[in-house]
Every structure is written in structure tokens, then in C-alpha cells.
């Protein structure tokens, strides 16, 4: 059973970048689609980005298009979410999630029900 353990969060004003990290346990970290969602104070999770399991496809809902740039390293069981041009409605808990697959992605990897393994959260924080 896959861990995940999120980390770069913080504070950071508009404008500006983080990398954020989700550090996966054990050996068969390149079997999972992973993806990121984040949950902002007295709103419902929501879909960020998605990766394959390759590496090779990619997904991203519309408002970070062109800002965030997901990827993953699977010979270091990690995948990084690249958060540049950070605006205070970026400001939420960003969550990393995977799913074991049998295909490289899913059909719908925007779909939160897609993913059975959660991390804890990192606070991500975009003052004006």
C-alpha cells in the first residue's frame, strides 16, 4: 500500500511560486495515476491537475492552465506540482491522491472518486 506525504507549502504573495511535493512509499509508485486536488475554507474539494503514469499525459483544470505544471519522478517515488503566477484564489489545502491503474491513465482523472489513496494536505496561502 502506497503512503503520501505532501510538502512545499506556505505563504506567498500574489504573483509569486511554490513547488509543491508528494512523496510516495513504497516500490510501485510508477503502477499509479497520481493527481492533485485542493479544498479551500468552506468550499468542496475540487480537481487541480493529473499525471499518468508514465509521465507522458497530463491533465489540468482550466484556471490554473498555463500557471501549474505537474510531473513526477517515479525513480524517486515523487510528483511535483509547479505553482507559478499565484493568485489569492489559489489560496487552499492541496492534497496529492493516487490510484493504482492498469492502463497508463484514467478516463476521468478529474473525478476525485478515481483515487483511493490520500495525502494529509499541505496549506498553500496567496496573500494580495
Known amino acids: 500500500q502506497v503512503q503520501l506525504v505532501e510538502s512545499g507549502g506556505g505563504l506567498v504573495q500574489a504573483g509569486g511560486s511554490l513547488r509543491l511535493s508528494c512523496a510516495a512509499s513504497?516500490?510501485?509508485?510508477?503502477?499509479?495515476?497520481m493527481g492533485w486536488f485542493r479544498q479551500a475554507p468552506g468550499k468542496e474539494r475540487e480537481f487541480v491537475s493529473a499525471i499518468s503514469r508514465s509521465g507522458g499525459t497530463t491533465y489540468y483544470t482550466d484556471s490554473v492552465k498555463g500557471r501549474f505544471t505537474i510531473s513526477r519522478d517515479n525513480a524517486k517515488n515523487t510528483m511535483y506540482l509547479r505553482m507559478n503566477g499565484l493568485e489569492p484564489e489559489d489560496t487552499a489545502v492541496y492534497y496529492c491522491?493516487?490510484?493504482?491503474?492498469?492502463?497508463?491513465?484514467?478516463?476521468?482523472?478529474?473525478?476525485?472518486?478515481?483515487?483511493?489513496?490520500w495525502g494529509q494536505g499541505t496549506q498553500v496561502t496567496v496573500s494580495s
Open positions: 513504497g516500490r510501485t509508485f510508477s503502477n499509479y495515476v
Open positions: 491522491a493516487a490510484t493504482a491503474a492498469f492502463s497508463d491513465f484514467l478516463n476521468r482523472p478529474y473525478e476525485s472518486y478515481e483515487y483511493n489513496l
